[in-house]
T-cell receptor, first 110, second 115 residues
C-alpha cells in the first residue's frame, strides 16, 4: 500500500531560516499534496503537485517531486514563528482517497 | 472564503453509546470524506461519499460506522456503539470537481473522547 514517510520527524529553526521537509512514498501516484496542521487543529491545504510536474511554487513554499525516487520535498523560505506546525504529505493514486505520511513537526523560534 | 465546518468541536461519550458527528461541506462541492487521526498517529481515510452513496471505504469503516447526507447541506458520520479505540480526531473533507487531482478541503475536526 502507499505510505508516506516524512523526515525529519521534528525540525527546530530560527526565524528567517529556511525549513526543508522530505516525504517518501512507496507506490505510483497521481498527485502529492502537502498539508499543515497547527496543534490540535484542522488540516490546511498548502500545495498540490501532479505526477508529471517536477517543481511548484506558492509564495514562500517550494515543492519538488522526484517520481523516480518516489520522494518530494517542501521548502519554506524565510520562516516565521507562525509557520510552527506539523506538515504532512498525502498521496493518491487512481482514487481520491488520500494516504497521509507521518508528518514533520516544525518549530520556528523568534 | 468558504470553508468546511464541523460540530461539535469536542464530544465526550460513554463506551457503547451512539454518536453522530456533523459536517457542513463547502456548498458547491460534490465529494465528501471522513478521516480520523488517533492522537500521535497518521491521518487515516475512513470513507468517501458521492451522489448519495459510499464510493470507497477503508477496513476501519466497519458495520459500526455509517454516513448520511440527510439534506442538501449536512454530511454526518454515525458510530453506533462506540469503543475506547474510537477516541480520535475526526475530520470531514469535501472536494469540488471530478477527477483525482483536485484538492480536498478539511474541516477543523471533532475530537471524540470515549470513556
Amino acid at each position: 500500500s502507499q505510505q508516506g514517510e516524512e523526515d525529519p520527524q521534528a525540525l527546530s529553526i530560527q526565524e528567517g531560516e529556511n525549513a526543508t521537509m522530505n516525504c517518501s512514498y512507496k507506490t505510483s501516484i497521481n498527485n502529492l499534496q502537502w498539508y499543515r496542521q497547527n496543534s490540535g487543529r484542522g488540516l490546511v491545504h498548502l500545495i498540490l503537485i501532479r505526477s508529471n510536474e517536477r517543481e511548484k511554487h506558492s509564495g514562500r513554499l517550494r515543492v519538488t517531486l522526484d517520481t523516480s525516487k518516489k520522494s518530494s520535498s517542501l521548502l519554506i523560505t524565510a520562516s516565521r514563528a507562525a509557520d510552527t506546525a506539523s506538515y504532512f504529505c498525502a498521496t493518491s493514486y487512481n482514487t481520491d482517497k488520500l494516504i497521509f505520511g507521518t508528518g514533520t513537526r516544525l518549530q520556528v523560534f523568534p | 472564503e468558504p470553508e468546511v465546518t464541523q460540530t461539535p468541536s469536542h464530544q465526550v461519550t460513554q463506551m457503547g453509546q451512539e454518536v453522530i458527528l456533523r459536517c457542513v461541506p463547502i456548498s458547491n462541492h460534490l465529494y465528501f470524506y471522513w478521516y480520523r487521526q488517533i492522537l500521535g498517529q497518521k491521518v487515516e481515510f475512513l470513507v468517501s461519499f458521492y451522489n448519495n452513496e459510499i464510493s470507497e471505504k477503508s477496513e476501519i469503516f466497519d458495520d459500526q460506522f455509517s454516513v448520511e447526507r440527510p439534506d442538501g447541506s449536512n454530511f454526518t458520520l454515525k458510530i453506533r456503539s462506540t469503543k475506547l479505540e474510537d477516541s480520535a480526531m475526526y475530520f470531514c473533507a469535501s472536494r469540488e470537481l471530478a477527477g483525482v487531482t483536485d484538492t480536498q478541503y478539511f474541516g477543523p475536526g471533532t475530537r471524540l473522547t470515549v470513556l
